[in-house]
């Protein structure tokens, strides 16, 4: 994808310039609501829920010794400067927030970091690592690249952060994920839906917004099962995320922190999309 022309992006190529010149050998992830935008509205003018001021950036590391040498070269840069009590952030000429988010050697067996000495924060970093495999390079202002995380990927993050951090930020990340899969297929997918996934289309109760959730569950499918025909880990604590929230005689949770209006489609959204998730593919 070329944005290079988005005039109101060339912050962002800064931004990846900058980083890229501070450590050039590191492998960068844009995750977030920033991808979220670049791949929806930027990509094909989809309007966005709401607008988004801070950039989350995945980075991939062997240690915390490797990770804090990193943040160290961008301080030196001098475009970059500390977020006073918070590791794990930086500004961006002391403007932009910028969350980073290191994953790979610092991970625990249960997907888990925990910054030291105190290991305060902890996040939940499953599917960073497959997230970067299967990252789309989108290029912005400046002729700067960035690898973006792709949609079905950004969906497993959001609802992983859901479940991580849903009671300090209701609402917000499930409302990310139910919104890429009301618009998945408008997401350069149409096509796909009639050419390859004809079944969707047959369906006598067909609906498009929930077929293009049940695409991306597909979608999803596909990457997480890659390298390992069948299921995974990853599939089926997604699977156990959202079952629970669907599987009672009232609405759970994780709608009812979505507004009532949406709470009815925003269901059927989600039961799509595990549908896809959990369809055995050719």
């Known amino acids: 994808m070329d944005l290079r022309s988005r005039a109101e992006l060339e912050y962002l190529g800064d931004l990846i310039g900058a980083i890229h010149s501070a450590a050039p050998e590191t492998q960068w992830l844009l995750v977030g609501a920033t991808a979220r935008d670049l791949l929806t509205y930027y990509g094909h003018g989809i309007q ?97 690249t960035v690898a973006v995380v792709s949609l079905p990927m950004l969906v497993f993050l959001k609802m992983i952060a859901w479940s991580d951090r849903h009671e300090r930020r209701p609402g917000v990340d499930v409302a990310d994920a139910v919104f890429i899969l009301a618009n998945y297929l408008d997401c350069g997918n149409r096509n796909r839906l009639f050419e390859d996934e004809a079944d969707l289309v047959d369906d006598p109760d067909f609906d498009y917004e929930l077929a293009g959730a049940n695409l991306a569950g597909r979608d999803l499918r596909r990457i997480l099962t890659k390298t390992k025909p069948g299921s995974s880990p990853m599939i089926e604590t997604l699977k156990e995320i959202i079952q629970s929230q669907l599987a009672t005689t009232s609405p759970g949770l994780m709608l009812q922190q979505l507004p009532a209006q949406q709470l009815d489609q925003s269901a059927r959204l989600l039961e799509s999309f595990l549908n896809g998730l959990t369809t055995e593919l050719p």
């Not at 995945?58 to 500390?82: K, M, N, P």
């Not at 794990?88 to 249960?110: K, N, T, W």
């Not at 970091?113 to 305060?120: E, K």
């Open 48 to 144: 966005v829920p709401r607008a988004t001021e801070d950039v989350d950036l995945g980075v991939a590391v062997t240690d915390w010794t490797h990770f804090q040498d990193i943040r160290h070269r961008l301080l030196e840069s001098d475009l970059f400067v500390e977020v006073p009590n918070v590791s794990h952030q930086v500004r961006y000429q002391s403007q932009v927030r910028v969350d980073l988010i290191p994953f790979g050697g610092v991970e625990r067996s249960d997907g888990t970091i925990a910054w030291p000495p105190a290991g305060i924060p902890q996040m939940t970093v499953t599917g960073f690592a497959e997230a970067l495999r299967e990252a789309q390079n989108i290029i912005l202002p400046g002729a700067r």
